[in-house]
């Protein structure tokens, strides 16, 4: 399968706002939770950053999940 970044990025955005939205988190708070900037984390949920593996680190720690949870989406 060959998948462009840009649907990645804009799936995995979705995915992220899902699981932070599930454990009623704001994205501020969310960010409070990775300690860093909510931009950085309302630019990825909408696709506008190419996020490093110690965010996403960051933010399943802070979901409660393993890191890989966050790549197990359905691609649209």
């Known amino acids: 399968m060959n998948i462009s970044e840009e649907t990645f990025l804009v799936n995995l ?3 992220v706002r899902q699981l932070r939205e599930k454990k009623g988190l704001s994205q501020q708070g969310l960010a409070d939770d ?5 931009s950085q984390i309302a630019r990825l949920e909408v696709a506008k950053v190419n996020t490093g593996i ?7 720690n802070a979901l409660d999940i393993e890191p890989k949870e966050l790549l ?5």
């Open 72 to 76: 197990d989406f359905t691609l649209k």
């Open 34 to 38: 990775c300690n860093i900037n909510k």
């Open 54 to 60: 110690k965010t996403l680190v960051k933010i399943a």
């Open 13 to 15: 955005g979705v995915h």
